[in-house]
């Protein structure tokens, strides 16, 4: 994920607010690089020096890398271990509405004293020299890590994998690759046989490789060359969609299992990469955490529905509203499995036994391909509403994301000045009840968060 994320909205009095002491360091930092992304280890490496190596002392380490389901998968690994009685360390990135949100310490978000104490104490070991944010943050977790106690470090790579910040533990106890997808080409390759080398760079000789499945041929023979060369073993194990519910099977674990508790079809293979990590902890976690942990999971703006807040109390009665940040071709499809099996409801939501029709509230930065996104989901949308993200000089204006609607099918595709207004024209132009999902950016997710409190 790129290093920056959407700032609150500037509307929001809590939001405002939230100023605080580890805030003025998170600025000066951003400003020790002028690049947001410059991928490459020396820097992490010379900071981490500095200060005596805190990637060297912490707990057992799951590094997880891939384009789709990395967050979902940390979430569900956390949930499972905590359910088994274990103090959990997270990293994750990027955060939706604070950067706190990117470090959780033994079970904890990161308080602001303690963040703002340990970037203070990397900006002075790091002395001026350049290094980018992410990188920076990066070795600020890692020594915050290395000094609570914890059972397990649950690690999620930002961009890439070979060169990511998160990439200095020399011995995982397990690494894991989610679905890898087309993202990010302009530092990790255009073709999938790149993109897949480049993740495929957190694998470690002699430890365990988890590997989601991947659909596409050349993904997979990269993962599996560079495991082969490597000496790292791939653990084999599968899902398979039942009634109400999955099987997982793997060498030490066969368990017919509930629906996860993140929304999607696409979480039943996340939850499985997840509870194939499990096993190569030097750690317990029986059957019943895993069930508990399953369903109690839960990580924001992944097909999250909102039935609270400001945007969700203005809907009438019957609506709903949802909420995805998935911005690329993979969560297009994604998102497109999910319609059909909102298409196939007979809810009655509007009275009249039919499912309700899907109307979308749409963003997307102008790094990303909209066509590759929106292509999938549009045959099953009847209106959409285009917005540009509130912050984010590099979002795609309302005018152009309407535009890509009407390209790809969607007829009724206007722009709209904000989320607020795009909702309160959906709701005003549909005779009944409808789904509205707002999608294409993790940083539209973020202000909307923020926007909804």
């Given at each position: 994920m790129i290093d920056a994320a959407p700032p609150p909205a500037p509307s929001q009095p809590a939001a405002r607010s939230a100023a605080n002491r580890a805030d003025p360091v998170l600025d000066r930092l951003k400003g020790l690089h002028p690049k947001v992304i410059d991928l490459s280890l020396d820097r992490v490496r010379r900071l981490l020096a500095a200060l005596d190596h805190p990637e060297r002392k912490l707990p057992p380490v799951v590094h997880v890398a891939g384009t789709n389901g990395k967050g979902s998968t940390v979430a569900f690994l956390r949930a499972m271990l905590e359910a088994a009685g274990y103090r959990v360390h997270v990293y994750t990135s990027p955060h939706l509405v604070r950067f706190h949100e990117r470090i959780r310490l033994a079970g904890r978000l990161i308080d602001d004293d303690h963040l703002a104490a340990l970037?203070?104490?990397?900006?002075?070991?790091?002395?001026?020299?350049?290094?980018?944010?992410?990188?920076?943050?990066?070795?600020?977790?890692?020594?915050?890590?290395?000094?609570?106690?914890?059972?397990?470090?649950?690690?999620?790579?930002?961009?890439?994998?070979?060169?990511?910040?998160?990439?200095?533990?020399?011995?995982?106890?397990?690494?894991?690759?989610?679905?890898?997808?087309?993202?990010?080409?302009?530092?990790?390759?255009?073709?999938?046989?790149?993109?897949?080398?480049?993740?495929?760079?957190?694998?470690?000789?002699?430890?365990?490789?988890?590997?989601?499945?991947?659909?596409?041929?050349?993904?997979?023979?990269?993962?599996?060359?560079?495991?082969?060369?490597?000496?790292?073993?791939?653990?084999?194990?599968?899902?398979?969609?039942?009634?109400?519910?999955?099987?997982?099977?793997?060498?030490?674990?066969?368990?017919?299992?509930?629906?996860?508790?993140?929304?999607?079809?696409?979480?039943?293979?996340?939850?499985?990469?997840?509870?194939?990590?499990?096993?190569?902890?030097?750690?317990?976690?029986?059957?019943?955490?895993?069930?508990?942990?399953?369903?109690?999971?839960?990580?924001?703006?992944?097909?999250?529905?909102?039935?609270?807040?400001?945007?969700?109390?203005?809907?009438?009665?019957?609506?709903?509203?949802?909420?995805?940040?998935?911005?690329?071709?993979?969560?297009?499809?994604?998102?497109?499995?999910?319609?059909?099996?909102?298409?196939?409801?007979?809810?009655?939501?509007?009275?009249?036994?039919?499912?309700?029709?899907?109307?979308?509230?749409?963003g997307m930065l102008s790094s990303k391909d909209p066509y590759e996104f929106l292509g999938p989901i549009a045959p099953f949308t009847h209106a959409l509403r285009a917005v540009a993200i509130p912050g984010e000089e590099a979002s795609f204006t309302a005018e152009e994301s309407s535009e890509t609607g009407r390209i790809c099918g969607i007829r009724d595709s206007a722009a709209a000045d904000t989320v607020d207004a795009a909702l309160a024209d959906l709701v005003a132009h549909r005779p009944g009840p409808a789904r509205v999902l707002i999608c294409g950016s993790l940083y539209l997710a973020g202000s909307v968060l923020a926007d909804n409190g």
């Open positions: 970037l203070e104490e990397c900006e002075v070991a790091n002395a001026g020299h350049p290094i980018t944010f992410f990188e920076v943050t990066t070795v600020a977790a890692f020594l915050a890590f290395s000094r609570v106690p914890a059972d397990v470090v649950l690690l999620e790579t930002g961009l890439g994998g070979r060169l990511d910040a998160t990439n200095m533990v020399d011995r995982p106890a397990v690494t894991a690759i989610t679905r890898i997808s087309y993202d990010h080409r302009q530092f990790l390759g255009e073709s999938l046989l790149e993109i897949a080398s480049e993740k495929a760079g957190i694998f470690k000789p002699g430890v365990p490789v988890v590997l989601a499945p991947q659909p596409e041929a050349d993904a997979l023979r990269a993962l599996t060359l560079r495991a082969t060369a490597i000496a790292a073993p791939i653990q084999p194990w599968s899902v398979t969609p039942q009634a109400g519910g999955f099987r997982f099977e793997s060498a030490t674990r066969r368990l017919d299992l509930p629906m996860p508790g993140l929304a999607g079809a696409h979480q039943i293979t996340n939850a499985g990469v997840a509870i194939a990590c499990l096993d190569h902890l030097p750690l317990t976690v029986d059957n019943d955490a895993v069930r508990r942990g399953l369903t109690a999971v839960e990580w924001p703006a992944r097909l999250q529905r909102l039935t609270r807040g400001p945007l969700a109390d203005r809907l009438p009665p019957g609506w709903e509203l949802w909420l995805d940040g998935g911005h690329n071709d993979s969560a297009g499809e994604a998102l497109a499995r999910q319609a059909v099996d909102w298409s196939q409801e007979r809810s009655g939501g509007g009275g009249d036994g039919r499912a309700l029709p899907l109307l979308l509230i749409y």
